[in-house]
């Protein structure tokens, strides 16, 4: 089981930077495969930025890379998203998710954290 809980959601301006936080649970923090999502009003829930169990392995969105960079401190059981540059278009809840490296699916879900982007 893993309980996720992030924070670090807020109102910036368009070219400011963010940092997300996502704090878990259990004692197997460092087995998981982390990511981040974002779903924006009136879309869908969208992959952002993933990180293997170890820190060495990220993924990243299109719309996000170069911008956006994924992080995990396993002895924190935290995961970060350091967010550069952010746009209006980067408007969403972000949430954080988990899953064991074997599926195929993220099965561990925060809450979420709004971030807004003003023009």
């Known amino acids: 089981q893993l309980q996720l809980v992030e924070s670090g959601g807020r109102l910036v301006q368009a070219g400011g930077s963010l940092r997300l936080s996502c704090t878990a649970s259990g004692r197997t923090f460092g087995s998981y495969h982390m990511a981040w999502f974002r779903q924006a009003p009136g879309k869908e829930r969208e992959f952002v930025a993933g990180v293997g169990w170890s820190g060495g392995s990220t993924d990243y969105a299109d719309s996000v890379k170069g911008r956006f960079t994924i992080s995990r401190d396993n002895a924190k059981n935290t995961v970060y998203l350091q967010m550069n540059n952010l746009k209006p278009e980067d408007t969403a809840v972000y949430y954080c998710?988990?899953?064991?490296?074997?599926?195929?699916?993220?099965?561990?879900w925060g809450q979420g954290t709004q971030v807004t982007v003003s023009s």
């Open positions: 998710a988990g899953k064991i490296p074997q599926s195929r699916n993220y099965n561990y």
